[in-house]
């Protein structure tokens, strides 16, 4: 089970800006342009931060489960992407 931290005390300035305990950011490894989800139910807020997949790590490991279940050792060329379009579209 998650630990619940002690709550602290934040002020909210005229902007709408709260800080939040260092504590907390350090904990939850939150720093300068972390970005963060913001729920509200009720009277209670809850911030979430926002974890933004590596598109590219991804896209490499779907690229290599592809090449293992085709079994092939390199990428289909783009003649062999667009002749295979093609020949699904004359199918359909």
Avoid: F
């Amino acid at each position: 089970m998650k630990q619940v931290s002690e709550a602290e005390v934040t002020v909210m300035s005229e902007k709408g800006q709260i800080v939040i305990p260092k504590d907390m950011r350090e904990r939850l490894k939150l720093g300068p342009k972390t970005k963060l989800l913001v729920y509200g139910h009720g009277d209670t807020l809850i911030l979430r931060k926002l974890v933004v997949p590596d598109v590219e790590s991804e896209l490499r490991a779907l690229w290599k489960e592809i090449d293992q279940k085709i079994g092939r050792k390199r990428r289909p060329t783009r003649k062999e992407i667009d002749e295979e379009i093609h020949a699904h579209r004359k199918e359909s």
